[in-house]
């Protein structure tokens, strides 16, 4: 079983490697397959979250906001037992606007995070959450920044960053 980084360490870790992390994202950026790299990502993220307890942690629930598809907004509201009009006044962030159709909540912790880490969306959990840390995601090269990002919030994420360190060899490389 895999020992995961603790979420009280993970900030500090993140930071203290940040460095390393960029120039990791350089030598992948023109040394690595595009493919290869994700199906690594996949590989390691099916194998990790496989092992890990999400509800345990939330971490990325307490420091984020959550992000709502308006095209939910109504089925949101029926789930929760309120009207649309009472879903965007209470949860959304209207007057930030809505990216390509998707709106912060208004809070963080995520407005939707009840305290035994469940989220109170149940099964209408975004999209965004469900695929948080995006880590089989397709075309991770191109969105290393924000994997880099991720692995200040999610456990899981840095562990497959770290992973992903030790596969392509780049620590050894790099004394």
């Avoid at 690595?32 to 890990?52: G, M, P, T």
Wanted: include cysteine; charge should be negative.
């Amino acid at each position: 079983m895999k020992e995961f980084i603790s979420v009280d360490k993970l900030a500090y870790y993140a930071r203290r490697n940040e460095k390393k992390n960029l120039q990791f994202r350089i030598w992948l950026k023109t040394h690595v397959d595009e493919e290869d790299l994700d199906e690594r990502c996949r590989r390691l993220h099916d194998e990790y979250f496989a092992q890990y307890d999400c509800s345990k942690c939330r971490n990325c629930c307490k420091s984020c906001h959550g992000y709502i598809p308006e095209e939910d907004f109504q089925k949101d509201a029926d789930h929760l037992g309120i009207s649309r009009e009472e879903f965007i006044e209470k949860y959304i962030d209207i007057e930030k606007g809505g990216d390509e159709g998707n709106y912060d909540t208004k809070h963080m912790p995520c407005d939707f995070l009840n305290e035994d880490g469940a989220c109170m969306l149940g099964e209408n959990k975004p999209e965004a959450c469900v695929k948080y840390p995006y880590t089989a995601e397709p075309g991770r090269l191109w969105a290393l920044y924000s994997m880099i990002d991720n692995i200040a919030v999610c456990p899981v994420a840095y562990e497959i960053f770290e992973e992903l360190k030790r596969e392509y060899g780049f620590n050894r490389r790099r004394k």
